[in-house]
């Protein structure tokens, strides 16, 4: 790679031969349904989704599990029995045990090739045993790991209520987050901060994050005097927020390009595209673009990143002038790098499973912006990579980190390379100012590590052994 | 369709690549969607490997399912073959590719015709057989392969090795403490003064299996791989096999025998009498363990076991027959091979489950509050919520099956390994509970006695607030014995006072 020396105008987009390793899109259920209390995923797949899962998810599902598989066999396959009646059966059975709000039913492959009729169904038999089901196909052929949330946001966005209620008291029931952050509060009080915000039309966040983050960026919306009327997901499913047409929308996840376009198509609604609330540089630019739609001057954000930036220097320091490598994972990437270069890294190359360039137009157009800015050269983003190709390709770069999928973690290490699990980077906490230090904690795990392995020293360690 | 939500064994091309990733220098290539490839991810985090693993998935996504997949997949593997080098490339679809009904015969033979090394379809039907079956066959499909090429360039040698030696089979990766069951296998062959010949697949070679006529017998120490083999190359070649798991003081000192029996059969004068009695009283430990004061309490205490057929059969065995425990109940998940798993245990404990649903297992368990479980790390969680405590005996494989420090399953320092298992699952019981107590573990309480939740009791809102009051490691057992007392009286609404009156009737 000669990218260093050349310095390219315009970022580099190239595609490769897509063998490279991720995760199934069906394991979004395990966070979708630990986020969604009333919920039951339902799976429909092979033994293989089964096995993935429950490797995949470890312990989780010995926690009264409120997901399952519904394993086809061969008379499925061959159509000899009849899906419907099957399902009926199975969804039955999940009602009696568990009684949800909502049914999920997670498509896959299998369902794919077989061309099983999910979506003909499911209203159906909504119909006829009186509980929601939410079809999403989420299988490996469409779609890579995170993309999964996506195919589960987009089917709900059909399902929130398009009418607020009229009933004034209720409204106030239904949303769960203006409760929280009133609680204890009287009613007099509340009703006076109401005015304390701008006037502007309803805004509704979506994107699967855990509850303290979904409270940390709603305040820091306040913050601004803006006001969040709902979250998709809610913490329930029968909290869905209200959509109605006009409504403004913005996500958090650069993996929900699906999501944000249902919402603009089926919904009508207006989709604010701004780069993530991922690192303090990404959060603040998030913010200003959401007071910027609703014509409102941001206050103090500025000094917020600054003091945020200040509490990170421990960290940026041990980074600062080093190069990190995506192999492409989680779809997080791009928004990982350009907070990495904000901090001072270099990154050769970001592989990325897929690259939605008008949904994340905001988040390459701050990229580039950053790389100016930093003077870093820009990176190449390789979509649907070659895992083989990138392996060589660290191989002559060095890369002073690399992050990757659990596959090649322990080989990289056992070559001399510093590595960190993508993985990691979809289950911790890392959107808004607050959580930006809990990004660089992972980052620089292994380059701590390694430092205190380095000052034990192999040789000390032998020599002492053989003193004993 | 049914409702899932465990495997005990895993879906077949498991099976396949654990085999082929256990040779050396043969490669897979997995037909398959982007999410299937999750074997590299187990390989590489539980097994610690710090090599690439050799597999390489072939992905199907929307665009290979329009024009077909035969060029994929053929390009895939003669890039392999050009990269690497490997000796051999094993293609397998998995249940889900398996569907589309391709000629993938036909997409190896049109690799075969540009590639350098050999290339093999493994010929396993994703819908009916599971990991361990599909492992056994690829196993015995790889060694066929190799002997009939062989014979055909007429290659193979004649005659047996100077000294007695052997073939270990069934050693493979992603195995239930398979690295530490081979090394105690290579001491106690070197004890008995047997060569290793080769041992498979872990760390084979393919170019190898040509020499394996010319051991003296086959040790296959597990039933779920390498009894094809074994019987191929018995058929073939007239190689015999022994096919005694040595665990536990008694079928290891079975298995020996067995191995003297083939020697002196095959003119070697060999007597391993004082062997045996050597390490059964002075190196193994297990045997005055049982008789000390220590094991006393354990007399007549009441175990269940669960595990694949290899490992429920020979803890069934130890636990009753060397230890005086009470088995109430032993159980497989190896449904395909049920016969001989009752065979092996029904002497030795009062009824044979055959299962590979966890909820039965569950429910047996509940059913019979045993002291202790031996099981699997399912029957471990179950074990959790009964506050009952369990020692994992069997596969499927989790992170703790890999430890660092050396802890086989077979041979004599085996048997001291699983004594230990056995007297501290017993021992420890009480201090998890302790753990519990200060919040180490998930307190999910149990609904009924039976743990499917098919309860139809009521709880008043009233009641469960006050259930939950109940410190968390006792609230299951609270939660039992009123429901239990009220099931018993026929009262289908629990109240406070219903919760009370249990408590007095029972002391719950
Ligand atoms: S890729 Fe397809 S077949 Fe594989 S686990 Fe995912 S949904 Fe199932
Ligand atoms: S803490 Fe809970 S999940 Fe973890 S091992 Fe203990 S019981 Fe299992």
């Given at each position: 790679?000669?990218?260093?020396?050349?310095?390219?105008?315009?970022?580099?987009?190239?595609?490769?031969?897509?063998?490279?390793?991720?995760?199934?899109?069906?394991?979004?259920?395990?966070?979708?349904?630990?986020?969604?209390?009333?919920?039951?995923?339902?799976?429909?797949?092979?033994?293989?989704?089964?096995?993935?899962?429950?490797?995949?998810?470890?312990?989780?599902?010995?926690?009264?599990?409120?997901?399952?598989?519904?394993?086809?066999?061969?008379?499925?396959?061959?159509?000899?029995?009849?899906?419907?009646?099957?399902?009926?059966?199975?969804?039955?059975?999940?009602?009696?045990?568990?009684?949800?709000?909502?049914?999920?039913?997670?498509?896959?492959?299998?369902?794919?090739?077989?061309?099983?009729?999910?979506?003909?169904?499911?209203?159906?038999?909504?119909?006829?045993?009186?509980?929601?089901?939410?079809?999403?196909?989420?299988?490996?052929?469409?779609?890579?790991?995170?993309?999964?949330?996506?195919?589960?946001?987009?089917?709900?966005?059909?399902?929130?209520?398009?009418?607020?209620?009229?009933?004034?008291?209720?409204?106030?029931?239904?949303?769960?987050?203006?409760?929280?952050?009133?609680?204890?509060?009287?009613?007099?009080?509340?009703?006076?901060?109401?005015?304390?915000?701008?006037?502007?039309?309803?805004?509704?966040?979506?994107?699967?994050?855990?509850?303290?983050?979904?409270?940390?960026?709603?305040?820091?919306?306040?913050?601004?005097?803006?006001?969040?009327?709902?979250?998709?997901?809610?913490?329930?499913?029968?909290?869905?927020?209200?959509?109605?047409?006009?409504?403004?929308?913005?996500?958090?996840?650069?993996?929900?390009?699906?999501?944000?376009?249902?919402?603009?198509?089926?919904?009508?609604?207006?989709?604010?595209?701004?780069?993530?609330?991922?690192?303090?540089?990404?959060?603040?630019?998030?913010?200003?673009?959401?007071?910027?739609?609703?014509?409102?001057?941001?206050?103090?954000?500025?000094?917020?990143?600054?003091?945020?930036?200040?509490?990170?220097?421990?960290?940026?320091?041990?980074?600062?002038?080093?190069?990190?490598?995506?192999?492409?994972?989680?779809?997080?990437?791009?928004?990982?790098?350009?907070?990495?270069?904000?901090?001072?890294?270099?990154?050769?190359?970001?592989?990325?499973?897929?690259?939605?360039?008008?949904?994340?137009?905001?988040?390459?157009?701050?990229?580039?912006?950053?790389?100016?800015?930093?003077?870093?050269?820009?990176?190449?983003?390789?979509?649907?990579?070659?895992?083989?190709?990138?392996?060589?390709?660290?191989?002559?770069?060095?890369?002073?980190?690399?992050?990757?999928?659990?596959?090649?973690?322990?080989?990289?290490?056992?070559?001399?390379?510093?590595?960190?699990?993508?993985?990691?980077?979809?289950?911790?906490?890392?959107?808004?100012?607050?959580?930006?230090?809990?990004?660089?904690?992972?980052?620089?795990?292994?380059?701590?590590?390694?430092?205190?392995?380095?000052?034990?020293?192999?040789?000390?360690?032998?020599?002492?052994?053989?003193?004993? | 369709?049914?409702?899932?939500?465990?495997?005990?064994?895993?879906?077949?091309?498991?099976?396949?690549?654990?085999?082929?990733?256990?040779?050396?220098?043969?490669?897979?290539?997995?037909?398959?969607?982007?999410?299937?490839?999750?074997?590299?991810?187990?390989?590489?985090?539980?097994?610690?490997?710090?090599?690439?693993?050799?597999?390489?998935?072939?992905?199907?996504?929307?665009?290979?399912?329009?024009?077909?997949?035969?060029?994929?997949?053929?390009?895939?593997?003669?890039?392999?073959?050009?990269?690497?080098?490997?000796?051999?490339?094993?293609?397998?679809?998995?249940?889900?590719?398996?569907?589309?009904?391709?000629?993938?015969?036909?997409?190896?033979?049109?690799?075969?015709?540009?590639?350098?090394?050999?290339?093999?379809?493994?010929?396993?039907?994703?819908?009916?057989?599971?990991?361990?079956?599909?492992?056994?066959?690829?196993?015995?499909?790889?060694?066929?392969?190799?002997?009939?090429?062989?014979?055909?360039?007429?290659?193979?040698?004649?005659?047996?090795?100077?000294?007695?030696?052997?073939?270990?089979?069934?050693?493979?990766?992603?195995?239930?403490?398979?690295?530490?069951?081979?090394?105690?296998?290579?001491?106690?062959?070197?004890?008995?003064?047997?060569?290793?010949?080769?041992?498979?697949?872990?760390?084979?070679?393919?170019?190898?299996?040509?020499?394996?006529?010319?051991?003296?017998?086959?040790?296959?120490?597990?039933?779920?791989?390498?009894?094809?083999?074994?019987?191929?190359?018995?058929?073939?070649?007239?190689?015999?096999?022994?096919?005694?798991?040595?665990?536990?003081?008694?079928?290891?000192?079975?298995?020996?025998?067995?191995?003297?029996?083939?020697?002196?059969?095959?003119?070697?004068?060999?007597?391993?009498?004082?062997?045996?009695?050597?390490?059964?009283?002075?190196?193994?430990?297990?045997?005055?363990?049982?008789?000390?004061?220590?094991?006393?309490?354990?007399?007549?205490?009441?175990?269940?076991?669960?595990?694949?057929?290899?490992?429920?059969?020979?803890?069934?065995?130890?636990?009753?027959?060397?230890?005086?425990?009470?088995?109430?109940?032993?159980?497989?998940?190896?449904?395909?091979?049920?016969?001989?798993?009752?065979?092996?245990?029904?002497?030795?404990?009062d009824e044979v489950l055959i299962t590979d649903d966890h909820t039965q297992v569950g429910d047996a368990i509940a059913r019979v509050e045993p002291a202790a479980i031996f099981g699997t790390q399912m029957e471990r969680h179950v074990g959790k919520r009964l506050d009952i405590p369990c020692g994992v005996i069997s596969a499927p494989i989790h992170i703790q099956n890999f430890p660092i420090g050396y802890k086989p399953f077979?041979?004599?320092?085996?048997?001291?390994?699983?004594?230990?298992?056995?007297?501290?699952?017993?021992?420890?019981?009480?201090?998890?509970?302790?753990?519990?107590?200060?919040?180490?573990?998930?307190?999910?309480?149990?609904?009924?006695?039976?743990?499917?939740?098919?309860?139809?009791?009521?709880?008043?809102?009233?009641?469960?607030?006050?259930?939950?009051?109940?410190?968390?490691?006792?609230?299951?057992?609270?939660?039992?014995?009123?429901?239990?007392?009220?099931?018993?009286?026929?009262?289908?609404?629990?109240?406070?006072?219903?919760?009370?009156?249990?408590?007095?009737?029972?002391?719950?």
């Amino acid at each position: 790679m000669t990218l260093a020396d050349t310095q390219p105008q315009a970022l580099n987009f190239e595609c490769e031969t897509g063998n490279y390793h991720t995760f199934c899109p069906i394991s979004c259920v395990a966070w979708l349904y630990q986020k969604i209390e009333d919920s039951f995923f339902l799976v429909i797949g092979t033994k293989t989704c089964g096995y993935f899962l429950q490797n995949a998810m470890g312990v989780m599902i010995f926690a009264e599990p409120r997901y399952a598989m519904a394993e086809l066999e061969e008379g499925d396959i061959s159509a000899q029995l009849n899906d419907y009646e099957e399902l009926k059966r199975l969804c039955l059975q999940i009602k009696r045990d568990r009684n949800p709000s909502v049914i999920v039913w997670i498509g896959t492959c299998t369902t794919e090739i077989i061309k099983m009729d999910l979506e003909g169904m499911a209203p159906k038999l909504e119909a006829e045993i009186g509980i929601p089901i939410v079809v999403a196909r989420a299988n490996g052929l469409d779609y890579a790991f995170t993309q999964g949330e996506d195919t589960v946001l987009a089917a709900m966005v059909n399902r929130c209520p398009d009418k607020a209620p009229v009933a004034e008291t209720e409204k106030e029931e239904r949303n769960a987050i203006s409760k929280l952050l009133n609680f204890g509060r009287k009613q007099e009080e509340v009703k006076a901060e109401e005015s304390e915000y701008v006037n502007h039309p309803p805004l509704v966040l979506f994107g699967s994050l855990p509850d303290p983050v979904v409270t940390q960026l709603t305040l820091e919306l306040k913050k601004q005097k803006i006001k969040v009327s709902g979250w998709l997901p809610a913490k329930r499913y029968t909290e869905l927020p209200v959509i109605e047409e006009g409504y403004y929308v913005a996500g958090v996840n650069p993996f929900l390009s699906r999501t944000a376009t249902t919402f603009m198509r089926r919904r009508k609604c207006k989709l604010i595209g701004a780069p993530f609330p991922i690192g303090p540089d990404g959060t603040r630019a998030w913010i200003e673009k959401i007071c910027s739609v609703f014509g409102t001057e941001p206050s103090g954000l500025a000094e917020r990143e600054a003091q945020i930036w200040e509490s990170l220097e421990d960290y940026v320091k041990l980074i600062r002038g080093k190069s990190v490598f995506f192999m492409g994972d989680n779809l997080l990437e791009i928004s990982l790098a350009r907070f990495l270069i904000r901090c001072g890294m270099t990154c050769p190359e970001i592989g990325i499973p897929y690259m939605d360039k008008r949904y994340q137009a905001a988040e390459l157009a701050l990229l580039e912006k950053t790389c100016q800015e930093m003077g870093a050269p820009l990176p190449t983003i390789v979509e649907k990579p070659d895992n083989y190709n990138q392996i060589q390709r660290i191989k002559e770069l060095q890369p002073d980190l690399v992050i990757t999928g659990m596959a090649h973690a322990n080989p990289l290490e056992a070559r001399g390379i510093n590595t960190k699990w993508s993985v990691e980077f979809t289950f911790a906490q890392i959107h808004g100012f607050t959580n930006a230090r809990d990004i660089l904690e992972l980052v620089t795990r292994p380059l701590r590590r390694n430092n205190n392995l380095k000052d034990l020293g192999w040789d000390k360690l032998v020599k002492e052994e053989a003193k004993v | 369709m049914k409702l899932a939500y465990w495997m005990y064994a895993g879906p077949a091309h498991i099976g396949t690549l654990r085999i082929a990733s256990s040779f050396k220098n043969v490669h897979a290539i997995m037909h398959a969607p982007l999410g299937d490839d999750y074997f590299n991810v187990m390989r590489s985090m539980l097994e610690r490997e710090r090599d690439f693993t050799p597999v390489t998935a072939s992905i199907v996504d929307r665009n290979v399912l329009a024009r077909g997949s035969q060029e994929k997949v053929v390009d895939n593997i003669t890039r392999k073959d050009a990269e690497e080098h490997p000796d051999l490339i094993i293609l397998t679809p998995t249940c889900t590719s398996s569907i589309l009904q391709e000629d993938l015969q036909n997409f190896c033979d049109r690799a075969q015709l540009e590639a350098r090394g050999d290339i093999m379809l493994a010929d396993v039907n994703h819908y009916r057989v599971n990991e361990l079956q599909a492992a056994d066959r690829t196993l015995h499909q790889v060694i066929q392969y190799y002997i009939e090429k062989a014979r055909k360039k007429g290659e193979m040698l004649e005659g047996k090795t100077e000294k007695p030696s052997v073939n270990i089979i069934g050693i493979s990766t992603l195995g239930f403490h398979n690295n530490h069951d081979c090394t105690e296998l290579k001491r106690l062959m070197a004890d008995l003064g047997i060569e290793i010949n080769e041992i498979l697949p872990e760390g084979a070679s393919v170019h190898n299996l040509k020499n394996l006529p010319r051991a003296w017998f086959n040790l296959v120490p597990y039933r779920e791989l390498g009894m094809m083999a074994a019987n191929y190359l018995q058929a073939e070649f007239g190689m015999p096999y022994v096919d005694i798991t040595p665990m536990g003081v008694v079928e290891t000192a079975r298995c020996i025998r067995a191995i003297q029996k083939i020697l002196n059969e095959n003119g070697v004068d060999v007597n391993y009498e004082d062997y045996i009695n050597e390490q059964t009283l002075y190196v193994s430990q297990a045997a005055w363990f049982s008789r000390s004061i220590d094991c006393q309490n354990l007399t007549g205490k009441k175990a269940v076991v669960y595990g694949d057929n290899t490992h429920a059969a020979a803890i069934t065995k130890i636990l009753s027959r060397e230890m005086g425990i009470h088995v109430v109940w032993a159980g497989t998940y190896c449904k395909y091979d049920a016969d001989w798993f009752r065979e092996q245990v029904s002497e030795y404990c009062d009824e044979v489950l055959i299962t590979d649903d966890h909820t039965q297992v569950g429910d047996a368990i509940a059913r019979v509050e045993p002291a202790a479980i031996f099981g699997t790390q399912m029957e471990r969680h179950v074990g959790k919520r009964l506050d009952i405590p369990c020692g994992v005996i069997s596969a499927p494989i989790h992170i703790q099956n890999f430890p660092i420090g050396y802890k086989p399953f077979v041979g004599y320092e085996g048997t001291n390994q699983i004594v230990d298992l056995i007297y501290n699952s017993f021992t420890l019981g009480m201090e998890d509970h302790l753990l519990e107590i200060f919040g180490g573990h998930d307190t999910k309480e149990v609904v009924t006695k039976a743990l499917t939740a098919d309860t139809d009791m009521n709880w008043t809102k009233d009641a469960k607030a006050e259930l939950n009051k109940v410190p968390g490691f006792v609230r299951g057992k609270v939660k039992r014995n009123t429901e239990k007392f009220a099931r018993d009286r026929g009262i289908t609404e629990i109240t406070i006072e219903v919760m009370y009156a249990a408590k007095e009737a029972v002391g719950a």
